[in-house]
């Protein structure tokens, strides 16, 4: 299930050949009241649209249009495009298309900066702000790996941050440990659980069940345990 994109259209009119780094926002991200572009949670298909003027009369050659400081969890399939001509008093479009993992962090304003340079060594940057939206609801993962020996991870996501225990049950319902009781925040958590018991012993060979609780949610899922 793929989350929906965003499209981010950011407007610079820069002196391409004009011999001046003076820059002029058309439509800009930060200038505008300080605008937070927001972007779904997990998303593929995402696109930033970024218009670049030429105020010159003269065509601008391969003009490179590069994004920079890109964090980790933020996936353009090319972080620069090159705009082969822009003509005299108009403009060309580099289009970015990126994903968005889902450990990227939820809330926090993250800053790009692209980058436009012209064949004669001009440089024009341009900020733009965005944010990571919580995802929509409540999720619990399959444990990884599944058969385990000894450890194994458990991932789960949520909406905003809450309460969360999760606890490690065998086949008998009996509580054979509890690896989470406290307040975690929205979007992607992930636990490890060593396999070892309440008394720090490990855990034998068999299926064992494991239930996260956050708020009214709750749910179960079962994992196996193989030496």
Known sequence: LKMRAVVIFIG??????????????????????????QIAFGSEGNTISLSVGNNSSVEAKNVSVRFTNVPAWLKFQSSTVILKSIPGKS???????????KKA????????????????????????TVSVGAPKDCKLYSNFPNP??????????????????????????????????GTYPAGYNELTWSGMNRNGRQVSSGVYFYRITAGNWSKVMKMLSLK
Request: aromatic share 8%; charged share 15%.
């Open 12 to 37: 610079l009119l820069v002196g391409l050949c004009g011999g001046t780094n003076a820059q002029t926002s058309k439509v800009t991200s930060n200038d505008a009241g300080g605008q937070v572009w």
């Open 91 to 101: 403009t060309g479009d580099a289009e970015f298309t990126f994903s968005v993992d």
């Open 105 to 128: 962090p939820v809330g926090m304003d993250t800053t790009l900066t692209a980058a436009i340079s012209s064949i004669d060594g001009q440089v024009w940057t341009k900020d733009m």
């Open 148 to 181: 385990f020996n000894p450890s194994t991870k458990i991932a789960f996501e949520l909406p905003k941050a809450s309460h969360v225990t999760l606890t490690i049950y065998d086949v008998l319902g009996r509580e054979v440990a509890q690896i989470a009781d």
